[in-house]
């Protein structure tokens, strides 16, 4: 039961209020002044303190900071703007005048005590994620991934652009959403933004956003997407697929905080952090002229670079159980575990695709699993063996190859036996990302 302390000298108010509120399921305490409520009653311990204004001896608003983060309601029958705005300025939850509508005023209890009861709820699941797991969920134990976390806490509290380097799949948003959970700017939003899933033609409408008739389509004025960040954390995903003049754009965003609709003459300030990340070797598109010197300087304050599950040995069945732990709740699914022969297989497959392929393939075993537990079967993965082809192909070992050449390697070596869903799925990608990755890299379905 919410418990509820009424601070109101007048005693007519403060008894029809505390009768009002006793009927509604609440238990009430009172008191006809600041110094009586602090002396008679441990405000700590009531989840909502509703105040007058004026009372005798100090306002109702010092009662604010003595409530341990209880939510504190002032009314009064001095409406006006200015006490309003005054009481919100020193903490108080919200502002009801006098003579109040008791509907109203049960309305406003309801709603206060439920933000309350969520900001409260909140913090528990953030301290529980945090002792479970270094930084925002995020698992590892190995030392590469024990400098990602280190890196986390030096860079989140600061405003620095951070630019994460890791191979599809390895978690880049998670990180980018460490930063921001992690910052100044929490309570502000962070925009996520593919800049692979967007078309050329649109990704500066879509950034900048555009005037009405700027173009055609634009029928309106619209914001962008670094409009719809002010005040919080812009994360720009494979920022390595921007096309150089959105760069130039960007660019004068990091070094002005200006903003400009195409199609507008005029400025506007914004005020971002910008975490940007990519697959690519930015330093050999800056060689051949595909993205901007000094851009690239621009984004690399910090670099985070996170390794491929491959080279995380000691974390991947820890990762392996999480995720299955995950996946059974958001499935809701009582728990599974997974047998001795599925262990030995998710510890000697490769994970091309990393950690979205796994917890793919680990959905995959949830839902297909009978309540038994999970089976090798169920993972629908090959485990690795000396002369597997997706390890070893003559002279040329994985780790001599480039993302983009095992990439290309994989697919040639398993297009003939496997679907296109087949193959996205064993990369850990959607299709229309394996589509999109032959075009580029040239290697088309054969028809045959």
């Not at 007519?12 to 238990?27: C, F, P, T, W």
């Not at 994620?129 to 270094?134: A, K, T, V, W």
């Not at 997974?338 to 796994?358: C, D, H, K």
């Not at 994985?398 to 297009?415: M, P, T």
């Amino acid at each position: 039961m919410n418990r509820i302390l009424i601070v109101e000298d007048e005693s007519v108010i403060r008894n029809a209020l505390h009768r009002l509120l006793e009927r509604n399921g609440y238990e009430v305490a009172d008191a006809g002044s600041v110094v009586e409520a602090e002396e008679q009653h441990d405000l700590g311990s009531f989840d909502l303190v509703i105040a007058d204004l004026r009372l005798p001896g100090k306002p109702g608003t010092d009662i604010i900071a003595k409530c341990d983060g209880a939510p504190v309601l002032i009314m009064t029958s001095y409406a006006s703007v200015r006490s309003a705005v005054d009481s919100m300025k020193q903490g108080a939850a919200d502002y009801i005048a006098k003579p109040f509508d008791h509907d109203e005023m049960l309305l406003m209890v309801q709603r206060l005590l439920q933000q309350n009861r969520m900001a409260r709820q909140n913090v528990a699941l953030k301290s529980d994620l945090q002792r479970s797991y270094p930084v925002s969920g995020m698992v590892g134990r190995c030392e590469a991934m024990e400098e990602v976390f280190n890196r986390i806490r030096k860079a989140a509290p600061t405003d620095t652009t951070v630019l994460i380097l890791g191979e599809s799949g390895t978690g880049k948003e998670l990180v980018a959403r460490a930063l921001h959970e992690n910052s100044e700017r929490s309570d502000g939003p962070i925009i996520t933004v593919n800049c692979a899933a967007i078309p050329d033609t649109l990704i500066e409408s879509e950034l900048f956003g555009h005037e009405k008739g700027a173009f055609t389509g634009a029928v309106g004025t619209r914001h962008g997407l670094v409009e719809s960040a002010d005040g919080g954390t812009l994360f720009l995903d494979e920022i390595g697929e921007l096309p150089l003049p959105a760069q130039g754009r960007l660019l004068r965003v990091l070094q002005e905080g200006e903003i400009r609709r195409v199609g507008s003459p005029h400025e506007r300030k914004v005020n971002i952090r910008l975490v940007a990340a990519t697959h690519r070797d930015l330093q050999q598109q800056v060689k051949s002229g595909e993205f901007r010197e000094d851009l690239y300087f621009r984004l690399r304050v910090v670099e985070i670079h996170l390794p491929p599950l491959r080279e995380r040995e000691s974390d991947i069945a820890e990762m392996a159980e999480f995720l299955l732990e995950k996946t059974c709740r958001r499935l809701n699914r009582a728990p599974l575990t997974f047998s001795q022969g599925a262990l030995e297989t998710i510890r000697s497959y490769p994970w091309p695709g990393n950690v979205r392929e796994m917890e793919n393939a680990i959905e995959r075993a949830v839902i297909l699993s009978d309540g038994a537990g999970i089976s090798a079967e169920m993972l629908s993965i090959e485990p690795a063996t000396p002369d597997s082809p997706t390890i070893q192909t003559g002279a040329d070992t994985e780790a001599d190859l480039s993302l983009e050449d095992y990439f290309c390697k994989f697919v040639r070596e398993h297009e003939k036996g496997m679907t296109e869903t087949e193959l996205a799925k064993r990369l850990g990608i959607s299709r229309k990302a394996l589509w999109e990755k032959r075009q580029r890299l040239g290697i088309p379905r054969s028809k045959g």
